[in-house]
C-alpha cells in the first residue's frame, strides 16, 4: 500500500534522446493507473524508473512522500510483471513463486512459504502445474506464474508492463477480469503499461496518454472519451477512431465538407474567427435517421450524405462517407496519423449506424449527428478549442469516488467471509 | 494414416542405420586399441583383431614395470598442465564474454577478431620460435612453458563459444531478480549462473580436450620427465628389449589416457544438456 509521485521526470537515454519528458503524475493509494500510447512512446522506460531499473535523468521519484530516486529496486519493495514475464527457467513453477519470499533471509518460516505460494497458486489455478518449469507451460499460464511472483509478496505496489500482450483474445478477456478482480480485493496500488484500449478503459481508475515521452493528459477513461485535452487524446482513445473533419465556423453554422449544421453556442464562440478548424466527431456520434428515436431527434441536426460502402459486423455497423480533404489541414491530420501509429488518413468519415439500418453503398441517405458532443480542434496546435476541464474533473470525481466505494465493498465482503 | 507411419518407420531405421554405421566409424580404432593393450609381445605382430591370449602385462608395464618412470610422471604432467590451462582459460573466457555480451564497448569486435585471429596460425609455425624463446628466458620443460600455448589454444575457442552462449541467456531476469528483492550478488548468483553453468561446463570439456591431446607443443617443449605430457610421453615407450615393439605399452597408456575424458563426459552430461534457457522469457 503505498503512494507514488512522480514529479518532472526525465529519461535521457546516452544517446541524448529523451525517452521520458517532464513526465508528473500523481498515484493514489490503492489507485489503478494506466499507461498508454503507441510503441517507443516511453511506457515502459516510465516504469522501469519507477522500480528502479532505469536511472533517473531529472525530476523526483516519491514512494509515500519519502525520495527514492537513489534506491535500490530491492528496497524500494515494488514488484512487477515484466512485458516477457521473465521466469526462471531453472525453477519450477512453485520454487518461481517462492523465489521473492526466499530471498527475504529469516522472515518467512519453511511453512510461510509453502502456505503462501499454496494461497496465490490457488488463486491463479496453478495448484497442478506447481512442480513443472516454466519451459513447459503455456503462454497464459507462464503469464499466471509471471502474475503470482508479483503478488505473493504483498509489495507496496504492482507495476505490470503488458502483461498480457501475447495471449489470444479469448485468455486475455478472462486474465483482464482477473487481474481487475484482484487488484480491487487487495487494494493495491497499480501502475499498468498497455496499448490494448479495452484494458486501459475498463481496467483503469485513471489513464495516463504518452506521446513521444511527453503526458497528453491523465483522466478517469470518460473524461478522457468525453474531454479529451487535444487532438493526439482524441484520436488515441475510442476505437474506431474519432473523425477529424476541416470545418469553419460562420453565422453559428459549422460547414463541412458533408454539410452545414447548427452549433451549440460555446461551440460558436470557440471556432469563431478561426480560419479553419478541425471538427472531432466520434463514429458513434452519428445515427441513421431512419433507425433513430424521436427523443432524441431534438439534440442533433441533420445531414445528407452519399454513401460509399458499409460494414456489417453483427452487432455494429460502419457506413462510410467520402469528402474533400482541404489542402490547409492535410499535413496536421498526416502527422497525427503518424503519431499514433495508424495507417495514412483517408478523407473519409467513418459513421457507426444501428445493425437493424438497411443504409447501403451508392445510397444518399440522412444521417443525424449529436451535435452537443463535437469538439473543435485548432489545427495549429491540436489543443481542444471546447475542452470543458470542469466537466471533465466531475467525470473523473466520480471515477473516484465508485473506485473507493468498490474497494469498501470489497473490504466489507473480505470481512464478512471471515467471519463466516 | 498407414503411409505416414509407414514413413516414420523408414526414417526412425534410416537414423538407426546412420548411427551405427557412424558409431563404429569411430569407435573401431578406439577397440583396436583396446584389444591390441591386450596382447602379448610376441602376438603383436599377428594382424588379428583380437588378442590370442588375454594379458595385463602392457598395463604392468606401463604401471609398475619398465615404463613406470616415463608414463607415471607423463600422466601427472597431463593432468597438471591441462588442468591448470583449462581452469585459467575458462575464468578468463567467462569474464571475457560476460563483458561481450553484456556491455556495449568500443573494441568488442578487435577482441573477438583478435581471439579468431590467434587461433588461425598454425601450431607448427609458432612452435619454433617459442622454442628458441623458451630457452632463453628458461621457461622451456616447465610446466608453465606449456601452460602458456595451451592458453593460446583453449582461450580463443572458450571466448566465442561462450560469448555465443552467454548472448543467449536472458539478461531480463537479473532485473527480475533484483526486482524481487535480490542484490546486484545475489541476482547474478540465483538467476543468472544456474543459466550459464552448463554453457562454462561444455567450454571447460572442450578446453581440457584441445590441451589434454596436444602432441605438437608437447614433444617440442619439453626434453625431460619434468614437463613431459603423455601424448609426448608416448613417443619415447621402448619395449622391454630392443627387440620387442613398443606397441603394447603405448595401447595401454593410449587406453588408459582416454579413460579421464570419457568420465569427464559421462559425469558431466547432465550439465551439459542445452535448452535450459526455454521458457525464461515469452515467444
Ligand atoms: N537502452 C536504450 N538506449 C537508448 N534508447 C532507448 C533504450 N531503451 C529504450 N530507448 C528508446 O526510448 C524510447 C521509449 O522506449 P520504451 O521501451 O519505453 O517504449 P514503450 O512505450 O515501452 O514501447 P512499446 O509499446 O513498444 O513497448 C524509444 O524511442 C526507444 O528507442
Ligand atoms: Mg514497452
Redesign the pocket.
Same mark, same amino acid.
Given at each position: 500500500m503505498a503512494s507514488i509521485e512522480l514529479k518532472n521526470l526525465v529519461k535521457k537515454y546516452a544517446d541524448g534522446y529523451p525517452a521520458v519528458n517532464d513526465v508528473s503524475i500523481d498515484i493514489e493509494d490503492g489507485e489503478f493507473v494506466i499507461l498508454v500510447g503507441p #510503441?517507443?512512446c516511453g511506457? #515502459?522506460?516510465l516504469?522501469r524508473m519507477i522500480v528502479g531499473l532505469e536511472d533517473i535523468t531529472e525530476g523526483d521519484l516519491l514512494i509515500d512522500g519519502e525520495r527514492v530516486n537513489d534506491v535500490a529496486p530491492r528496497q524500494r519493495d515494488l514488484s512487477m510483471v515484466f512485458?516477457n514475464y521473465a521466469l526462471y527457467p531453472h525453477l519450477t513453477v512453485f520454487e518461481n513463486i517462492a523465489f521473492p519470499l526466499r530471498l527475504q533471509k529469516g522472515r518467512f518460516s519453511k511453512k510461510e512459504v509453502t502456505d503462501k505460494v499454496n494461497g496465490v497458486s490457488e488463486m491463479l489455478e496453478l495448484n497442478e502445474h506447481l512442480k513443472r518449469r516454466p519451459g513447459n507451460l503455456s503462454g497464459g499460464q507462464r503469464q499466471r506464474v509471471a502474475m503470482g511472483r508479483a503478488i505473493v509478496r504483498e509489495a507496496k505496489a504492482f507495476l505490470f508492463?503488458?502483461p498480457l500482450s501475447n495471449l489470444d483474445a479469448k485468455l486475455r478477456g478472462q486474465m483482464r477480469t482477473q487481474i481487475s478482480q484482484l487488484q480491487r480485493r487487495l487494494g493495491t496500488t497499480s501502475v499498468y503499461?498497455t496499448h490494448d484500449q479495452v484494458e486501459a478503459m475498463t481496467l483503469g481508475d485513471r489513464v495516463a496518454v504518452l506521446k513521444k515521452g511527453e503526458l497528453q493528459q491523465i483522466a478517469s477513461p470518460r473524461e478522457l472519451y468525453e474531454q479529451p485535452a487535444n487532438l493526439f487524446v482524441a484520436g488515441f482513445i475510442g476505437a474506431p477512431s474519432m473523425n477529424f473533419l476541416p470545418c469553419t465556423v460562420t453565422d453559428g453554422r459549422l460547414s463541412t465538407p458533408v454539410g452545414d449544421f447548427d452549433i451549440p453556442e460555446g461551440h460558436q464562440r470557440a471556432g469563431e474567427g478561426k480560419d479553419i478548424v478541425l471538427a472531432g466527431i466520434r463514429p458513434e456520434f452519428f445515427e441513421d435517421a431512419e433507425t433513430l428515436e424521436g427523443s432524441k431527434r431534438d439534440r442533433g441536426s441533420l445531414l445528407e450524405v452519399e454513401i460509399s460502402h458499409t460494414e456489417w459486423l453483427g452487432n455494429e455497423q460502419y457506413v462510410y462517407v467520402h469528402y474533400e480533404m482541404d489542402k490547409r489541414v492535410e499535413d496536421t491530420l498526416q502527422s497525427l496519423a503518424e503519431d499514433m501509429d495508424a495507417d495514412e488518413t483517408r478523407p473519409e468519415l467513418v459513421i457507426s449506424v444501428s445493425p437493424e439500418s438497411k443504409l447501403r453503398g451508392g445510397d444518399r441517405a440522412t444521417i443525424w449527428v449529436d451535435v452537443s458532443r463535437i469538439h473543435l480542434f485548432d489545427p495549429a496546435t491540436g489543443e481542444n478549442l471546447t475542452h470543458d476541464p470542469e466537466a471533465g474533473a466531475e467525470l473523473t470525481r466520480r471515477a473516484a469516488d465508485e473506485r473507493r466505494r468498490d474497494a469498501e465493498r470489497a473490504k466489507e465482503r473480505t470481512e464478512a467471509a471471515a467471519q463466516s | 494414416m498407414a503411409a505416414p507411419g509407414g514413413n516414420t518407420t523408414k526414417i526412425k531405421v534410416g537414423w538407426a542405420v546412420l548411427f551405427v554405421v557412424t558409431l563404429v566409424y569411430a569407435l573401431f580404432p578406439v577397440f583396436s586399441i583396446l584389444m591390441t593393450s591386450f596382447k602379448t609381445p610376441g602376438d603383436l605382430a599377428s594382424n588379428t583383431l583380437l588378442p590370442a591370449s588375454f594379458t595385463w602385462q602392457n598395463y604392468e608395464e606401463i604401471f609398475v614395470g619398465g615404463a613406470q618412470t616415463l608414463f607415471l610422471s607423463a600422466l601427472v604432467n597431463s593432468i597438471g598442465i591441462t588442468l591448470i590451462a583449462t581452469a585459467i582459460a575458462v575464468v578468463l573466457a567467462t569474464l571475457c564474454a560476460y563483458a561481450v555480451a553484456r556491455f556495449d564497448f568500443p573494441g568488442k569486435k578487435v577482441i573477438l577478431a583478435s581471439a579468431l585471429a590467434v587461433s588461425i596460425f598454425p601450431v607448427i609455425s609458432v612452435v619454433t620460435p617459442l622454442f628458441n624463446l623458451w630457452r632463453t628466458i628458461g621457461l622451456y620443460d616447465t610446466w608453465i612453458g606449456l601452460i602458456i600455448p595451451y592458453l593460446s589454444l583453449t582461450l580463443p575457442l572458450s571466448i566465442w563459444t561462450l560469448s555465443a552462449f552467454f548472448r543467449q541467456i536472458p539478461w531480463e531476469l537479473e532485473a527480475a531478480a533484483q526486482v524481487d528483492g535480490a542484490t546486484q550478488w545475489q541476482a547474478f548468483r540465483k538467476a543468472i549462473v544456474p543459466l550459464a553453468a552448463p554453457g562454462v561446463f561444455t567450454t571447460a570439456i572442450l578446453a581440457f580436450f584441445i590441451a589434454w591431446n596436444d602432441f605438437v607443443y608437447g614433444i617440442s617443449l619439453t626434453s625431460t620427465e619434468a614437463a613431459r605430457p603423455v601424448p609426448a610421453a608416448l613417443a619415447f615407450f621402448t619395449g622391454a628389449s630392443q627387440f620387442e615393439e613398443p606397441a603394447g605399452a603405448i595401447s595401454a597408456a593410449a587406453i588408459v589416457v582416454t579413460v579421464p575424458v570419457v568420465i569427464l563426459v559421462v559425469l558431466f552430461q547432465r550439465q551439459i544438456v542445452s535448452g535450459l534457457t526455454q521458457g525464461a522469457v515469452k515467444g
Open positions: #510503441s517507443g511506457k #515502459s522506460t516504469l512485458q508492463d503488458e503499461v | -
